[in-house]
């Protein structure tokens, strides 16, 4: 029977890591902030945040909003993301990774900067919501890169940190990985550069979901 190598539980990031959202994320935090009077943040300063939760995300994306104002902005970065969500689709190869992976008893989570409803949806629009055994959202626990997410998922599923590993596409994810004393690996094709990795140590950066597929069924 094929059984985990090395890692019993893998935590997967979910936008711009399994989720091809990098582009509407983006798009939705700079609309919202033209919907509110404020300066267009660029591409760099919107897509930096995601990952995070959304008031974190806020603060550091648009910098002259008060915190009075964070729920507003948080509105109408929902209402510009959920008109076109319909548009966003899994990055190819995703389902056909995680079959692989669930086939080889490994336990299979997401942490997520997203909020448990935002999760939720995705998860059953695109058919995924049976592959996972577990989750944490930013609205439930600490956002990253604060280590809460990962714990909290070692502790459900009785995962010890060596035998943890966190795959994202920002550099808040391999920082949550290192911050709870797990392995990562980073993806390249989502929101932050993959040149900013190395100072985080990751395993392995792929450069495509079949890069990563076949990482993991070598290495995981």
């Not at 919202?32 to 550091?60: E, F, K």
């Not at 899994?90 to 900067?113: I, K, N, Y």
């Not at 599923?157 to 004393?181: K, V």
């Not at 390249?188 to 190395?198: E, I, N, Q, T, V």
Request: aromatic share 8%.
């Amino acid at each position: 029977m094929s059984r985990p190598q090395r890692f019993d539980l893998i935590a997967f990031d979910w936008d711009g890591t399994l989720f091809d959202s990098t582009a509407l994320i983006t798009r939705s935090i700079q609309n919202a902030a033209v919907d509110l009077g404020l300066p267009r943040p660029s591409d760099t300063q919107a897509s930096y945040v995601i990952g995070m939760g959304l008031q974190a995300a806020m603060a550091h994306a648009v910098p002259d909003l008060p915190e009075a104002r964070f729920a507003e902005m948080g509105e109408r970065f929902r209402h510009h993301y959920l008109a076109a969500q319909h548009e966003v689709i899994l990055f190819p190869g995703v389902p056909e990774m995680l079959a692989d992976l669930q086939a080889r008893h490994h336990w299979l989570a997401v942490a997520t900067g997203k909020s448990r409803r935002g999760l939720d949806e995705a998860m059953r629009a695109v058919g995924l919501d049976q592959l996972f055994d577990g989750s944490r959202t930013a609205d439930e626990t600490r956002s990253k890169p604060h280590p809460q997410m990962l714990l909290e998922l070692m502790r459900e599923f009785g995962a010890e940190p060596e035998r943890t590993l966190m795959i994202g596409d920002t550099t808040h994810d391999l920082q949550l990985a290192l911050n709870a004393g797990c392995a990562s690996v980073g993806v390249s094709y989502g929101a932050h550069d993959h040149r900013s990795f190395a100072e985080f140590q990751p395993l392995h950066v792929a450069h495509s979901v079949a890069d990563l597929q076949q990482w993991l069924l070598q290495h995981a």
